[in-house]
T-cell receptor
Framework: DAGITQSPRHKVTETGTPVTLRCHQTENHRYMYWYRQDPGHGLRLIHYSYGVKDTDKGEVSDGYSVSRSKTEDFLLTLESATSSQTSVYFC??????????????FGPGTRLTVL | ELKVEQNPLFLSMQEGKNYTIYCNYSTTSDRLYWYRQDPGKSLESLFVLLSNGAVKQEGRLMASLDTKARLSTLHITAAVHDLSATYFCAVDYYQLIWGAGTKLIIKP
């Protein structure tokens, strides 16, 4: 258990509404990631953070924004949810120390359904 | 564009048999990771492979990395039902680039 929680764990929402997912870690890791998982696609990186207020886009960032105001929290916001954003969202953490690995540890996931 | 291809994507096998999952990738990298995911659950790190020729073993699973061939394998020896899961490889190329996953079903 890498001390990662995600909230909510399940959410059903309607098209056009804003949605915020939260990832919380207790182990002071520098790097945090948001992925989405869809059948046949593996995991795809949405956004990541390499420190407080330091974030960057991933492969599928359109329609998503993120914020990290504290080391322990990384928020993913869907400004106006669409049905194509129905997915399972995973948060991950790693330290990526110099010369170290990029082995990532995952939260339990959030299942989001956009009707 | 970096591609990571796993095959097979689906594998149904009998207990006691041996099999190999392949992970091919299209760019230079000497770091590759294997993860396991049970249905409805999160991903669990299995192996971290950090150099050409790296081999790691845990129980009935063994992973290897050939960076020159851009190929990693996950070998299952004498499969048991508890190994049924989806297995992902991820190549480290600035970020992790993931394969689509191999769904493994092991029948008694």
């Amino acid at each position: 258990d890498a001390g990662i929680t995600q909230s909510p764990r399940h959410k059903v929402t309607e098209t056009g509404t804003p949605v915020t997912l939260r990832c919380h870690q207790t182990e002071n890791h520098r790097y945090m990631y948001w992925y989405r998982q869809d059948p046949g696609h593996g995991l795809r990186l949405i956004h990541y953070s390499y420190g407080v207020k330091d974030t960057d886009k991933g492969e599928v960032s359109d329609g998503y924004s993120v914020s990290r105001s504290k080391t322990e929290d990384f928020l993913l916001t869907l400004e106006s949810a669409t049905s194509s954003q129905t997915s399972v969202y995973f948060c991950a953490i790693t330290d990526r120390l110099a010369g170290g690995t990029n082995e990532q540890f995952f939260g339990p996931g959030t299942r989001l359904t956009v009707l | 564009e970096l591609k990571v291809e796993q095959n097979p994507l689906f594998l149904s096998m009998q207990e006691g048999k041996n099999y190999t999952i392949y992970c091919n990738y299209s760019t230079t990298s000497d770091r590759l990771y294997w993860y396991r995911q049970d249905p409805g659950k999160s991903l669990e790190s299995l192996f971290v492979l950090l150099s050409n020729g790296a081999v790691k073993q845990e129980g009935r699973l063994m992973a290897s990395l050939d960076t020159k061939a851009r190929l990693s394998t996950l070998h299952i020896t004498a499969a048991v039902h508890d190994l049924s899961a989806t297995y992902f490889c991820a190549v480290d190329y600035y970020q992790l680039i993931w394969g689509a996953g191999t769904k493994l079903i092991i029948k008694p």
